[in-house]
């Protein structure tokens, strides 16, 4: 199985690097592996990534902001759904899929403090209106909840309309969840050097 097709400017495959990425400390790379720049350079990528990936599988606990960098990319990969048309002032149909909107939408209510976005459907009610469910988690140290889903609302709505076009017709918060978030103290508690 193919792990990438993607060949470096010696005609070299990354792949063919990556099944020989021990073969230069082993004593047993051939010439090109020990002078090609382009293959020495994909060589300290690959092994910059196998430590990495080996210290996330040592680690039992994912960083916060990794595990956001994660979900981001999850969501990223959503199927292309159904589209919504934009308004436009000229005749001619300009159209934006759901899952994008979603993405933009997710992205703004993530922006308030104490927030995470979760799920988020958008249905078309016409023409440049859609009506948008947004799931939400909600800090702990949240204790201003009301004020904070005030400003998930107005900035939600705010980017429907300045980023895509969309005039929301309704907006639903719902908070499915509710998160602990490490403090500072507790994440610099014993680190080395303290």
């Known amino acids: 199985m193919a792990m990438t097709d993607y060949e470096l400017p010696c005609e070299r495959d990354v792949e063919q690097v990556w099944e020989r990425l021990d073969a230069v400390g082993a004593g047993q790379a051939d010439e090109h592996e020990l002078t090609c720049p382009h293959c020495r350079a994909a060589r300290e990528s690959l092994l910059a990534l196998r430590e990495a990936t080996a210290e996330l599988v040592a680690d039992d606990d994912l960083p916060p902001a990794l595990f956001g960098r994660i979900m981001s990319a999850v969501r990223a990969e959503v199927r292309r759904g159904s589209m919504v048309a934009l308004p436009t002032p000229e005749p ?4 934006i899929s759901e899952q994008a909107v979603a993405a933009v ?11 995470r976005a979760r799920r988020c459907r958008v249905r078309t009610a016409e023409n440049g209106v859609v ?4 799931t939400l988690a909600v800090s702990l140290r949240n204790v201003t909840g ?12 705010t980017a429907a ?6 005039t929301l017709a309704k907006l639903d918060l719902l908070v499915d969840d509710i998160f602990e978030e490490a403090t500072v103290e507790e994440d610099t508690a014993g680190e080395p050097g303290e």
């Open 161 to 166: 309309a300045a980023r895509v076009g969309l």
């Open 105 to 115: 939408l997710r992205y703004a209510a993530d922006t308030v403090d104490g927030v």
């Open 146 to 157: 009301g004020e904070a889903l005030a400003l998930v609302r107005e900035r939600v709505t």
């Open 92 to 95: 001619g149909v300009v159209e």
């Open 131 to 134: 009506e948008v469910e947004l």
